[in-house]
């Protein structure tokens, strides 16, 4: 399935592969114009399908057109990543175990 079509879906599960730079956000080989906030957008819609678990996976070679490419990750994925750091998960007074916190994927 692609990230378009899993709009206004949910699963117990999601994978989402390929998160590497130039498939997400996809670059092409033209390098026309391309909206990257909307590719970013589309990822976390993509993420926010996932009810109870959620897997990001990349590759860091890729055979493309019969050549071997070597990949790195998405910047999104590092995005996600760094705002996963920086989260701060304070106990729950009453039964002092950390709190589940929604991740604010759209703000600093």
């Known amino acids: 399935m692609t990230m378009h079509a899993s709009k206004g879906l949910e699963f117990p599960v999601v994978f989402i592969t390929g998160c590497e730079n130039g498939l997400i956000p996809f670059i092409p080989k033209e390098k026309k114009h391309q909206d990257v906030q909307e590719e970013r957008r589309l990822f976390y819609v993509a993420m ?61």
């Open 48 to 108: 926010t399908r996932a009810k109870q678990e959620l897997y990001l996976s990349h590759a860091e070679k890729r055979n493309v057109h019969g050549k071997i490419e070597i990949r790195s990750i998405s910047p999104f994925v590092s995005d996600v990543e760094q705002k996963l750091d920086r989260m701060n998960l304070t106990p729950d007074k009453k039964t002092g175990r950390h709190r589940q916190t929604q991740l604010a994927l759209f703000s600093d």
